[in-house]
């Protein structure tokens, strides 16, 4: 089985710090995606990545940067967290050019204070 | 703007009952339509899904019924179970990315 592991389940920051939410993927997948979920808002594309060193803007990367150095590793990086990004962040892979099996990690729960 | 829209926001069934949730698209571009559940924490995990040449498709008890005219899909559970109970979000698909709907939260009562 694919597994996306986030690092963290629990975070709990300060408004103003530099966060880093970092995920793996054990199955060499192209595509790697960064959402945030929101009650009533669904799933929302943050940003998303097709190779390493790229990147491109989801639907809300306003706040938000990323960084994939290594194929199987992508960061997601608030440069300074704000109450508003309290959320729960997934992340998930894919093959490219593959919709059909999305794998997403168990989230991370940030609580920005 | 929203491109998939989903209802309702939550649903209540008893066991052994239907469950329906009905989801909208805009972009006719897309081509590709799954559903996700998601139980408590974790992350959703495709359940089932369906491409626009079909009008429906059915695994188990879960069954999907696609209007391309209508621009609308539905998520059917037939004999819903207190262990379906989790959150369900339907998604489209073009560019090699899904866009989701907003989720809705069923509830399978004993």
Same mark, same amino acid.
């Given at each position: 089985d694919v597994k996306v592991t986030q690092?963290?389940?629990?975070?709990?920051?300060?408004?103003? $710090? =530099?966060?880093?939410?970092?995920?793996v993927q054990d199955m060499d997948?192209?595509?790697?995606?960064w959402y945030r979920q929101d009650p009533g808002l669904g799933l929302?594309?943050?940003?998303f990545s097709y190779d390493v060193k790229m990147k491109e803007k989801g639907d809300i990367p306003e706040g938000y940067s990323v960084?994939? $150095? =290594?194929?199987e590793r992508f960061s997601l990086i608030l440069e300074s967290a704000s109450t508003n990004q309290t959320s729960m962040y997934l992340c998930a892979s894919s093959l490219i050019f593959r919709v059909d099996g999305y794998t997403f990690g168990s989230g991370?729960?940030?609580?920005?204070? | 703007q929203q491109q998939v829209k989903q209802s309702p926001q939550s649903l209540i069934v008893q066991k052994g009952g239907i469950s329906i949730i009905n989801c909208a698209y805009e972009n006719t571009a897309f081509d590709y339509f799954p559903w996700y559940q998601q139980f408590p924490g974790k992350g959703p995990a495709l359940l089932i899904a369906i491409r626009?040449?079909?009008?429906?498709?059915k695994e188990g008890r879960f069954t999907i019924s696609f209007n391309k005219s209508a621009k609308q899909f539905s998520l059917h559970i037939m004999d819903s179970q207190p262990?379906?109970?989790?959150?369900?979000?339907?998604?489209?698909s073009g560019a090699?990315?899904?866009t989701f709907g907003t989720g809705t939260r069923l509830q399978v009562t004993l």
């Amino acid at each position: 089985d694919v597994k996306v592991t986030q690092s963290s389940r629990y975070l709990v920051k300060r408004t103003g $710090e =530099k966060v880093f939410l970092e995920c793996v993927q054990d199955m060499d997948h192209e595509n790697m995606f960064w959402y945030r979920q929101d009650p009533g808002l669904g799933l929302r594309l943050i940003y998303f990545s097709y190779d390493v060193k790229m990147k491109e803007k989801g639907d809300i990367p306003e706040g938000y940067s990323v960084s994939r $150095e =290594k194929k199987e590793r992508f960061s997601l990086i608030l440069e300074s967290a704000s109450t508003n990004q309290t959320s729960m962040y997934l992340c998930a892979s894919s093959l490219i050019f593959r919709v059909d099996g999305y794998t997403f990690g168990s989230g991370t729960r940030l609580t920005v204070v | 703007q929203q491109q998939v829209k989903q209802s309702p926001q939550s649903l209540i069934v008893q066991k052994g009952g239907i469950s329906i949730i009905n989801c909208a698209y805009e972009n006719t571009a897309f081509d590709y339509f799954p559903w996700y559940q998601q139980f408590p924490g974790k992350g959703p995990a495709l359940l089932i899904a369906i491409r626009p040449d079909v009008s429906e498709k059915k695994e188990g008890r879960f069954t999907i019924s696609f209007n391309k005219s209508a621009k609308q899909f539905s998520l059917h559970i037939m004999d819903s179970q207190p262990g379906d109970s989790a959150t369900y979000f339907c998604a489209a698909s073009g560019a090699s990315k899904l866009t989701f709907g907003t989720g809705t939260r069923l509830q399978v009562t004993l």
